[in-house]
């Protein structure tokens, strides 16, 4: 059975942020739902309310939902159109494809003032005589019935012929009411048919079984001297079963029946059924998958590519390093990718899926790196060789030598001096930048004069002329 919860009203309130009390709409289609309930205090400022497809037998449990605007109801169970004079905002009401036989329940909208459009086609209503113009007298606030304008001419027929019309929906709505009693008697009959027939399937001995506390006696073809040959055909029997099992649900299917709701109902406990029995199957059928092997038992790490990306290894001399570049998808996240790089192999995880490679040499994982490139998309993870040192790119490599000679050429180096490199200056010469070009060099048009010397008396190419003024 399907009931509205609060962990489904949560998970059709995504757009509200999945908060419940200021919601204003609300979708509960094909959830199975038997029995309307708790939205009234959950949602009281619900506006739109989607109920289709569903399995609702009676319309309850919305009087307080003051706001609502629009109910949907359509492909259910209703009998009868009752307990929405709360909604008083109401403007549009959808029962079509219900089982309403009691069309004088209509009456009970004329407090929802504000409904404007009803629909109640396909429900056995729909087929009496003078329905169109009762709905029509019935609820003056009515514009438009089943998708079809109201005129103001078919409202004054309606009402100057209502007491004549009422009258003969009347006799049909009692017609209908005893057509409903015989149906719902069957529909019982069938449901104590089908509990009694479980039963006997239940009960010892069905089906050629023997059991010895039951009482019963043995058939006559096992107290025979071919009494071993019985197993086999009990065998047979069971074997025969799944075929049964799908002529039974190929006869449900073809056997006619009512459009009733207690047909509805049997439906869906019948697919219910169908749909356990599937589950335990597949249960039985289903595999577990073993884990994937990375490491063999004497240590040797297998090369695994199981989220089936491109790659490329390359073994950089130059500067004396493993590089792996991952092909990894442009637009994933990247703390969906874990990189663990030890000594013989590197490990990637992408979204759970281990990509594994064992290396061609040993590398120091203390000392790799992992960059994405932000264009592509690409992992590239750089692994340093053991043994080895990252040089700036075109130098020589030189090799590592252990902490142990190291640690014993320290004293020595420290009590030897310090040794200079002497260089004679005449085996060296920087070469003159500035004659590199020699030529004839330009003075410029415009010289300013030297500043003037003093003569003195005692240059010999000293005159004094007495015209001359003295210099202040």
Same mark, same amino acid.
């Given at each position: 059975?399907?009931?509205?919860?609060?962990?489904?009203?949560?998970?059709?309130?995504?757009?509200?942020?999945?908060?419940?009390?200021?919601?204003?709409?609300?979708?509960?289609?094909?959830?199975?739902?038997?029995?309307?309930?708790?939205?009234?205090?959950?949602?009281?400022?619900?506006?739109?309310?989607?109920?289709?497809?569903?399995?609702?037998?009676?319309?309850?449990?919305?009087?307080?939902?003051?706001?609502?605007?629009?109910?949907? @109801? #359509?492909?259910?169970?209703?009998?009868?159109?009752?307990?929405?004079?709360?909604?008083?905002?109401?403007?549009?009401?959808?029962?079509?494809?219900?089982?309403?036989?009691?069309?004088?329940?209509?009456?009970?909208?004329?407090?929802?003032?504000?409904?404007?459009?009803?629909?109640?086609?396909?429900?056995?209503?729909?087929?009496?005589?003078?329905?169109?113009?009762?709905?029509?007298? /019935?609820?003056? !606030?009515? !514009?438009?019935?089943?998708?079809?304008?109201?005129?103001?001419?078919?409202?004054?027929?309606?009402?100057?012929?209502?007491?004549?019309?009422?009258?003969?929906?009347?006799?049909?709505?009692?017609?209908?009411?005893?057509?409903? /009693?015989?149906?719902?008697?069957?529909? !019982?009959?069938?449901?104590?048919?089908?509990?009694?027939?479980? $039963?006997?399937?239940?009960?010892?001995?069905?089906?050629?079984?023997?059991?010895?506390?039951?009482?019963?006696?043995?058939?006559?073809?096992?107290?025979?001297?071919?009494?071993?040959? /019985?197993?086999?055909?009990?065998?047979?029997?069971?074997?025969?079963?799944?075929?049964?099992?799908?002529?039974?649900?190929?006869?449900?299917?073809?056997?006619?029946?009512?459009?009733?709701?207690?047909?509805? @109902?049997?439906?869906?406990?019948?697919? $219910?059924?169908?749909?356990?029995?599937?589950?335990?199957?597949?249960?039985?059928?289903?595999?577990?998958?073993?884990?994937?092997?990375?490491?063999?038992?004497?240590?040797? #790490?297998?090369?695994?590519?199981?989220?089936?990306?491109?790659?490329?290894?390359?073994?950089?001399?130059?500067?004396?390093?493993?590089?792996?570049?991952?092909?990894?998808?442009?637009?994933?996240?990247?703390?969906?990718?874990?990189?663990?790089? !030890?000594?013989?192999?590197?490990?990637?995880?992408?979204?759970?899926?281990?990509?594994?490679?064992?290396?061609? /040499?040993?590398?120091?994982?203390?000392?790799?790196? #992992?960059?994405?490139?932000?264009?592509?998309?690409?992992? *590239?993870?750089?692994?340093?060789? *053991?043994?080895?040192?990252?040089?700036?790119?075109?130098?020589?490599?030189?090799?590592?030598?252990?902490?142990?000679?190291?640690?014993?050429?320290?004293?020595?180096?420290?009590?030897?001096?310090?040794?200079?490199?002497?260089?004679?200056?005449?085996?060296?010469?920087?070469?003159?930048?500035?004659?590199?070009?020699?030529? #004839?060099?330009?003075?410029?048009?415009?010289?300013?004069?030297?500043?003037?010397?003093?003569?003195?008396?005692?240059?010999?190419?000293?005159?004094?002329?007495?015209? *001359?003024?003295?210099?202040?």
């Amino acid at each position: 059975m399907g009931r509205i919860t609060e962990d489904l009203v949560r998970r059709n309130a995504e757009h509200n942020d999945c908060v419940i009390f200021s919601l204003e709409e609300l979708s509960l289609h094909q959830q199975e739902i038997e029995r309307l309930e708790h939205i009234d205090r959950w949602c009281r400022d619900l506006k739109i309310l989607y109920l289709q497809n569903n399995l609702i037998g009676k319309i309850e449990n919305v009087g307080k939902l003051k706001k609502l605007e629009y109910l949907n @109801l #359509a492909l259910n169970n209703v009998e009868k159109i009752e307990n929405l004079e709360g909604c008083e905002e109401l403007t549009k009401l959808d029962l079509t494809v219900n089982f309403i036989g009691e069309l004088s329940s209509v009456k009970t909208l004329r407090g929802n003032v504000h409904l404007r459009e009803l629909f109640l086609m396909g429900n056995p209503c729909a087929d009496f005589e003078g329905y169109r113009p009762f709905v029509v007298a /019935a609820l003056p !606030q009515l !514009q438009c019935l089943d998708g079809k304008e109201i005129e103001r001419s078919e409202r004054i027929q309606a009402l100057q012929n209502l007491p004549a019309v009422e009258q003969r929906i009347r006799e049909q709505e009692r017609a209908h009411c005893l057509k409903r /009693a015989r149906e719902k008697q069957e529909a !019982q009959r069938k449901l104590r048919e089908e509990l009694e027939n479980k $039963e006997k399937e239940n009960r010892p001995g069905f089906e050629g079984h023997w059991d010895p506390g039951s009482g019963a006696t043995l058939p006559p073809s096992a107290e025979s001297k071919d009494h071993p040959q /019985a197993p086999d055909i009990q065998g047979g029997e069971r074997n025969h079963r799944k075929p049964e099992d799908g002529e039974d649900d190929l006869e449900f299917w073809n056997k006619p029946s009512l459009f009733t709701p207690e047909s509805r @109902l049997e439906t869906l406990r019948h697919m $219910e059924k169908q749909r356990r029995d599937q589950e335990k199957l597949s249960e039985k059928k289903k595999k577990v998958k073993p884990p994937r092997t990375l490491i063999t038992e004497d240590g040797r #790490a297998l090369n695994v590519n199981e989220p089936k990306l491109d790659f490329s290894l390359k073994d950089d001399e130059n500067r004396h390093q493993i590089i792996l570049d991952l092909a990894v998808y442009r637009y994933m996240d990247t703390s969906l990718i874990h990189v663990d790089v !030890q000594p013989t192999y590197v490990r990637v995880m992408v979204k759970g899926k281990p990509f594994q490679l064992a290396l061609p /040499a040993e590398v120091r994982p203390d000392s790799s790196s #992992a960059r994405r490139s932000q264009t592509t998309g690409h992992l *590239v993870i750089c692994m340093p060789k *053991v043994g080895e040192v990252i040089t700036g790119g075109r130098g020589t490599h030189t090799s590592v030598r252990s902490t142990m000679d190291s640690s014993r050429e320290q004293p020595d180096k420290r009590s030897k001096p310090t040794e200079k490199l002497e260089v004679d200056p005449s085996k060296h010469s920087f070469p003159d930048v500035a004659n590199i070009v020699q030529g #004839a060099r330009h003075t410029p048009r415009r010289v300013r004069p030297a500043p003037g010397v003093m003569p003195s008396e005692e240059d010999p190419d000293f005159e004094d002329n007495p015209e *001359v003024p003295p210099l202040i």
